[in-house]
């Protein structure tokens, strides 16, 4: 499947239905009745990670300008995007020890909740940007206060963030040597099979509604060959996390659906947790590591935005045509964030980019059913193709929301 015809049949085989909607009044039909609808959601997750700006602005830390910016940012995400990202880097979210940043990233998700929007807390477990408090502990110290960590924000959180990054990049965890940390040497220990088990098993007896996700950068047989131990010793993981950092060129739809297919076999739910393709020059192919690439000046141009616009549409198109693939996120909606590359859908400035224009083209447009008038026939009802998600119909006075979850065919009834 390479071209754009075939992932957009995939599409609508795979994310639409055909939903016959019988609309009554206190039970009898309503015959005639021309009645308005239009989709309010997605069922699929297309989001973001957290901005920064957004953060402050929730917490009241903005004035004049920033705040104005923040605000912008804000509208502009919400007219994308449904799913939010949010940061719990642990050396950030709690750089003293008893400490943690709790109402601030509160505040915030509960401004994103208020929005309609799923979060999630990115990650639990994550040798990277663990906190320094650590190194003067054993490793059995280590262990239990990243079990209590799990317990802690899960607990804080519960009833507002309900999926979880539990564990982050474990393939390289107990080899990673560019500094010492607690979490490297914990994995060391115990392998990484065991401590996903140990932070899997928190996290599920914690909540245990809560969506649980192994997430990697690591696209080679190496991570599916851990997914496949954690299953098979029994691993509670709900959903497959694959980053797409596409900082040195596009995948392009071949090698994307390759490295889908290898996670198929699982029959889980695969997110692409983590997405970026620059919209200026493209990182040097020798690069091993993305953090290695550190330049104070990436900037976006014309060209570039033009080839990232193009890049995002064929991307988007050929995960949705995936049946696993439940969520996308995009990896900084604004230029400048991680690694100051120039892979935001919307300038520094917060002005949107072709990229940006274009998802919103898609996801508002080709995606998405405007409010359109029907007129129901002589049974009360009206017939409609759509993505799956959340529909209102309004007649006269009274509008009524439902959420249509079958692909293929639906039947709902509405009843005034």
Not at 112 to 120: S, T
Not at 159 to 186: H, K, Q, S
Not at 240 to 245: A, L, V
Not at 281 to 294: H, S, W
Request: hydrophobic residues 40%; contains cysteine.
């Amino acid at each position: 499947m390479t071209n754009t015809a075939d992932l957009d049949r995939a599409i609508r085989q795979h994310r639409t239905t055909q939903a016959t909607v019988t609309v009554t009044h206190h039970g009898a039909p309503l015959v005639g009745q021309d009645v308005v609808m239009q989709q309010r959601r997605h069922r699929f997750l297309l989001g973001s990670n957290w901005g920064e700006s957004t953060l402050a602005w929730a917490n009241g830390e903005l004035t004049g300008q920033a705040k104005d910016l923040a605000e912008r940012r804000n509208d502009q995400f919400l007219q994308l995007f449904n799913q939010v990202t949010l940061p719990f880097y642990w050396g950030r979210f709690e750089p003293l020890r008893g400490q943690p940043q709790t109402d601030r990233i509160r505040n915030a998700a509960r401004w994103y909740q208020a929005q309609g929007c799923v979060l999630k807390g990115h990650p639990l477990c994550w040798h990277t940007l663990a906190p320094d408090w650590l190194l003067p502990l054993d490793n059995q110290s280590i262990l239990q206060a990243q079990i209590a960590r799990i317990q802690r924000e899960m607990s804080d959180f519960a009833g507002v963030i309900e999926m979880w990054d539990v564990v982050n990049e474990a393939v390289i965890m107990p080899i990673f040597d560019r500094y010492d940390n607690g979490l490297t040497r914990i994995c060391k220990e115990l392998g990484r099979i065991e401590l996903i088990r140990t932070m899997f098993e928190a996290a599920r007896a914690t909540n245990p509604q809560a969506t649980l996700l192994l997430n990697d950068f690591d696209v080679s047989p190496a991570y599916d060959i851990l997914v496949e131990g954690c299953l098979a010793a029994g691993i509670p993981i709900d959903v497959i996390g694959i980053q797409s950092h596409m900082h040195q060129g596009y995948w392009g739809v071949e090698r994307t659906q390759a490295v889908l297919d290898r996670f198929t076999r699982f029959n889980k739910p695969i997110h692409f947790s983590e997405n970026t393709l620059v919209s200026g020059c493209l990182m040097p192919p020798e690069i091993v590591d993305l953090n290695d690439y550190q330049v104070s000046d990436w900037p976006s141009t014309p060209d570039g935005e033009a080839r990232q616009a193009e890049e995002v549409v064929l991307h988007y198109k050929t995960l949705l045509a995936h049946p696993l693939v439940e969520g996308i996120t995009w990896w900084d909606l604004s230029d400048g964030g991680w690694l100051n590359a120039p892979a935001g859908l919307l300038r520094k400035d917060h002005s949107p980019k072709p990229a940006y224009e274009a998802l919103l083209k898609l996801i508002k447009g080709e995606w998405w059913l405007a409010p359109t008038t029907f007129t129901t026939n002589a049974n009360g009802q009206l017939t409609f193709t759509g993505f799956l998600g959340e529909y209102e119909l309004s007649a006269g006075m009274q509008n009524v929301r439902f959420t249509i979850s079958d692909k293929g065919s639906s039947q709902v009834t509405l009843d005034l």
